[in-house]
């Protein structure tokens, strides 16, 4: 059996204590701000936000850390709803949030915000209830509106108001605030040379453009006192023209070195597109691509500096905080997919830590539903309401789950855990199901991590597997369960087009699985998200590739965030032909009809990526044979990774 505290051993550095002010954190592990729209049209935290915050606690971080919350609504308020520090009632929430934190074990920590233009602009936050008039630092006629350049008097009334948010959140039992001023908010505005053309004390020079970020600093400081934490967020680039490279970032960690107790390095711009997944890492790009940053501004100054950039793993961020990059590590959507990694990591745990897939369903979550949720993490945004499930089932019954894929395995280690007697049957030789073609590109390695995660907590809940079996009414009766619970998945769609049984189309799934089977010059048929991901994949391989999409767009049904990462990628991937439709596919390509002409595409391999259909003929056989029967995941309706594990889980709750 393994010490509860085996991965100190491992991780001696992550796990190690660090003093921040008067506070001193038990690991270099944070949860970054963040600041899901959980939030009462009053400003105030709700008590799903409390839950929430409170679960990353639980979790083991030495620090947690609510995002954006806005010190001066009537001008920075960015979002549609966000926590408001000058809204009157505000104080109740704020306290039961930071007990909550501290009951859990964790010190709370709260992000001073303000959108500084954004406040009056129609932004990825949202356009309701936003400002009456967007003020940045300079005049702008912008796309979205009119920027007016900020008052000189109003610049010192929001200074004035940083500090009385800092002592709020000091007196409602808040540990430790942090300063914005990266992302492309307010700071981050005045200290850019391409936004700040002013021509008083707050323009010009570095200097001048950096001294309204400062003297917010000092008011902060001022109103909490000298050893109370003060955590500074900047950039180390703005990866824009013109903008703030690192080496600027690096005079600007140096002005605050000696006014604040930590720093954390970030970068780019929330508010644009080609910057936000670089900002908030894609899949594209490697775990801990910003993490330089933060290693280049520490060899400048004295404060301990902490890193982000889509961390996930706890052996690489020791190596982080032995190799003297960063002092501490700010876990942002990794703490969303696993809350308990800091726990798991510090039991030795590791490798039962659930992966971020790095799919922003987090992201779409909070701009659309205005909630939170995670693709991997079925609890995501509904931790109040778990608190009332029960651990274990009133009646212990015998489950037979029919269906390995994300559905069938999240239902089966659910059930177990609450004590079932569950079997597991799959038709193939292995589990995973759909999750292996989804896994297969070279930038979706996290999946197949998921996949090695649900199976060791498939077979550490001691649950029967039976593979290479597919499973009939006849099986059934001869298992005779209590229970029936099927998860057979999704059929790809195969349309009655014209030489579509010829040698050289393959399906969607055998080309991912099998990509040697491939010509040079492929077409994919449907450029929804598999076809689009298949492009960037195949690309990757050496293919010459073409996408033919019905639709005016590709990857039209993905979460824009997502897609902002994904389709750089695809146009450097392929040819897209959009508003195209197939007439027929010959051996040597495809024809086409767009825009009312006759196009010919030539391939060597006709990849066919037109969806999937739910197998309800293969489900209705079951009917009647177990009076207690559920239908979950994609043979009930085809939908995304998050679908499935959602629906596995909340279904096996109710058995």
């Avoid at 080309?511 to 492009?535: C, D, F, R």
Wanted: net charge negative; proline share 4%.
């Amino acid at each position: 059996m393994k010490r509860k505290c085996e991965g100190k051993k491992q991780y001696p550095h992550l796990f190690s204590p660090l003093r921040i002010g008067n506070i001193k954190m038990k690991n270099r592990i944070i949860c970054a701000p963040t600041s899901p729209s959980m939030i009462d049209l009053n400003g105030h935290f709700t008590p799903e936000m409390i839950a929430y915050l409170e679960e990353k606690a639980m979790g083991g971080a030495g620090v947690v850390t609510y995002g954006e919350a806005i010190i001066h609504s009537k001008t920075g308020k960015s979002h549609n709803k966000q926590l408001q520090l000058d809204a009157f009632g505000v104080r109740q929430g704020m306290n039961e949030a930071a007990r909550a934190i501290h009951n859990a074990g964790a010190y709370a920590n709260i992000q001073l915000s303000h959108g500084g233009k954004y406040g009056g602009l129609a932004s990825v936050g949202g356009n309701v209830a936003t400002c009456e008039t967007a003020y940045g630092p300079s005049y702008e006629m912008t796309p979205m509106g009119e920027v007016h350049e900020m008052p000189r008097t109003l610049i010192y009334e929001i200074i004035k108001s940083y500090g009385e948010a800092a002592r709020l959140c000091k007196e409602t039992g808040f540990d430790m605030v942090q300063v914005h001023a990266a992302h492309g908010w307010l700071f981050s505005q005045f200290l850019s040379p391409v936004m700040n053309q002013r021509k008083d004390e707050f323009g010009g020079s570095l200097e001048n453009r950096a001294r309204f970020f400062l003297m917010a600093v000092d008011a902060v400081r001022k109103a909490v006192g000298p050893h109370f934490p003060i955590e500074a967020r900047i950039s180390g680039d703005d990866f824009t023209d013109n903008g703030l490279g690192l080496e600027d970032c690096v005079k600007v960690a140096q002005m605050i070195d000696d006014k604040v107790d930590l720093i954390n390095v970030s970068c780019g711009n929330h508010e644009d597109p080609d910057m936000f997944c670089r900002t908030h890492p894609s899949a594209f790009y490697p775990r801990g691509v910003n993490v330089y940053l933060a290693a280049q501004i520490k060899k400048h100054v004295n404060t301990p500096v902490a890193c982000v950039g889509s961390l996930n793993d706890p052996a690489q961020m020791e190596d982080i905080i032995a190799a003297g990059q960063a002092d501490a590590v700010e876990l942002g959507r990794a703490s969303l997919a696993d809350p308990y990694l800091p726990k798991k990591a510090y039991e030795g745990r590791a490798e039962d830590i659930t992966p971020c897939l790095r799919c922003y369903e987090c992201f779409g979550a909070t701009g659309e539903l205005e909630m939170v949720k995670c693709a991997v993490n079925p609890i995501m945004g509904e931790q109040l309401a778990a608190k009332l499930h029960k651990s274990t089932a009133d009646i212990m019954k015998s489950v037979l789950v029919v269906g390995g894929g994300p559905a069938g395995m999240e239902a089966a280690i659910t059930l177990a855990n609450r004590g079932h007697q569950v079997t597991l049957a799959e038709k193939s030789e292995k589990l995973g199901g759909n999750l292996h073609p989804a896994g297969a590109a070279y930038f979706k390695e996290d999946i197949l991590k998921l996949i090695k995660v649900l199976e060791r907590r498939v077979k550490e809940a001691d649950i029967e597997v039976i593979l290479n079996t597919e499973v009939t009414p006849e099986y059934v009766k001869e298992r005779n369960p209590d229970v029936l619970m099927i998860a057979i998945g999704a059929k790809e769609s195969r349309p009655p087009i014209k030489g579509i049984d010829g040698e050289n189309v393959i399906m969607a799934i055998d080309a991912e699985l099998h990509p040697e089977k491939l010509g040079s010059k492929i077409v994919i048929m449907g450029g929804g998200l598999v076809g689009a991901e298949g492009a960037v994949g195949f690309h990757h391989e050496g293919k010459e590739v073409s996408i033919i999409e019905m639709k005016s767009e590709i990857a039209e049904e993905v979460n824009s965030f997502y897609r902002g990462g994904l389709m750089p990628e695809v146009e450097k991937s392929a040819a897209c032909y959009t508003d195209t439709m197939v007439k027929e596919i010959t051996s040597s390509g495809v024809k086409c009809e767009k825009d009312g002409n006759e196009i010919f595409i030539e391939a060597d391999s006709i990849v066919c990526a037109l969806g999937f259909i739910s197998p309800y003929d293969e489900v209705d056989q079951f009917d009647g044979v177990v009076e207690e029967t559920y239908v979950i995941g994609d043979c009930r309706k085809v939908g995304k990774i998050y679908d499935a594990v959602n629906m596995g889980y909340y279904t096996a709750l109710r058995v």
